[in-house]
């Protein structure tokens, strides 16, 4: 069932809670390197406050710690500033998100302002819920139940409506991503335009797919990746596997691996997968290899088993022209995980190979899709991010979305 948009909310004098994620890298002098996750909350914002509604913004920055004292690099003020040069108009910032401050910022906002609230992961009540995972039966304390509560109902009150526009959270049944539309009352939670855009290409190449619809799954652990690979299974033509997943698959079919990145426990789970697969699954036949991962180092194009002594750090030349033209073929193309250790050099030649083969095939009339995270930079590093179709801003979202193909918070959201 489709969801609700920004777009059929009726803004004017609403308060609007917009939660954004504004997790932007910063240089040592604190000065945001890539602006780009603030850029690409304009849309969302500038249609809320041209329609004459309060935007009340909302993000996490980093991983704050509790310390006081080093927390405050992960303030929002910055954001604030940035934003402010980037709509061209005042964006007042309140430097709590629950509480009197808050509630007073909240108060003294007209039609058409926008405030940004202090990060919400301030207070650990946010994440909370990750705790659970650790706790004996798998769910928070009474009290911890009680802290989250509280916290939601500080967030929730400051608005009328919610706004998801936070893709790259998706995945997390924080306080912001899911209390707080709980509690907002139901008819006015809805997407933001990134988070709809997001959801229309990853699902539309779930739902029905061009075809032939290809996916390249590189990466270092299949561990991480058996849930998607099972799920693309279902869908997909061809699942192209590279990076230190290969040695895993290699080590299951009984093929040496020397000291290659291996999960020497999922070796059952590599045959299983394939067997399942078939000939869908495709795997690197050639490595380039080298004695360990270090820029410079001397390497080793090795077909097959490798020895003993190497490790596999990259696809090598016969399996990229391999990908290359089944890659040139698809009409759907989904993309998780570098096929080597792309960030040392000359290991990125397969990453970037692929990179290249997806751009050309999307410059043919094929649908790329990126699931953000390190393909996503690859991509940028390469310069191409202008010829793909749709480059993900959430690595571990889009992940997740793949696999299970739903998310608790946008079930939360209102249907269209
Ligand atoms: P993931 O977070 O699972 O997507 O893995 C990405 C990481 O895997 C990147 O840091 C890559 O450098 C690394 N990687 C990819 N291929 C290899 C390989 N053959 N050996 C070691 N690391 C690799």
């Known amino acids: 069932m489709p969801k609700k948009s920004v777009a059929d909310l009726v803004c004017a004098g609403r308060r609007i809670f917009i939660r954004a994620d504004f997790n932007v890298p910063f240089d040592a002098n604190r000065q945001i390197t890539d602006d780009r996750r603030i850029q690409q909350c304009l849309p969302t914002i500038r249609h809320v406050i041209n329609h004459r509604g309060r935007a009340i913004l909302t993000s996490h920055l980093g991983r704050p710690t509790g310390d006081k004292k080093t927390d405050r690099e992960f303030s929002l003020q910055p954001v604030a500033d940035r934003l402010r040069d980037l709509l061209e108009r005042p964006v007042a910032f309140c430097a709590e998100c629950v509480g009197p401050k808050a509630d007073a910022a909240v108060a003294a906002m007209k039609d058409g302002d926008v405030l940004l609230l202090e990060n919400l992961r301030f207070h650990p009540e946010e994440t909370m819920i990750d705790l659970a995972k650790k706790n004996p039966d798998k769910k928070l304390t009474a009290e911890q139940d009680a802290r989250r ?12 409506m919610y706004v998801n526009n936070a893709f790259g959270t998706c995945h997390r049944k924080h306080v912001s991503m899911y209390d707080v539309p709980a509690l907002l009352p139901s008819g006015n939670r809805v997407l ?3 988070v709809e855009r997001e ?3 990853l699902g539309e190449a779930l739902r029905s797919p061009k075809r032939p619809f290809v996916a390249v799954l590189g990466g270092a652990k299949v ?4 849930g998607v690979i099972r799920s693309l299974l279902d869908v997909a033509d061809r699942i ?7 040695y895993t698959f290699w080590a299951a079919r009984g093929q040496g691996v020397g000291t290659s990145l291996c999960e020497r426990d999922k070796l059952d789970l590599a045959r299983e997968l394939i067997a399942q697969a078939g000939d869908k699954l495709v795997l690197p036949g050639d490595s380039v290899a080298a004695a360990e991962l270090r820029a410079g180092v001397a390497t080793r194009t090795v077909e ?3 020895p003993d002594n190497l490790m596999g750090l990259d696809i090598g030349p016969q399996s990229v022209e391999r990908f290359t033209s089944i890659i040139a073929t698809a009409r759907t193309i989904l993309w998780n ?3 080597g250790a792309f960030e040392t050099p000359p290991f990125d030649a397969g990453t970037t190979a692929v990179a290249r083969a997806i751009a050309a095939a999307s410059g043919q009339g094929a649908i790329s899709i990126v699931g953000g995270g390190d393909s996503a930079a690859a991509v940028e590093q390469a310069g191409l991010a202008e010829r793909f179709t749709h480059i993900s801003t959430g690595g571990g979202a889009s992940l997740e979305f793949l696999e299970k193909r739903k998310f608790a918070t946008i079930d939360i959201l209102d249907d269209a």
């Not at 509560?149 to 009328?160: V, Y």
Request: proline share 6%.
């Open 192 to 194: 933001g335009f990134l």
């Open 223 to 226: 561990s991480d990746k058996i």
């Open 199 to 201: 959801l229309q290409y």
């Open 240 to 246: 192209l596997i590279g990076g230190a997943m290969t």
């Open 149 to 160: 509560d509280t916290f939601a109902r500080g967030l929730a009150r400051h608005a009328e």
């Open 337 to 339: 995980g570098p096929v």
């Open 304 to 306: 097959g088993p490798l």
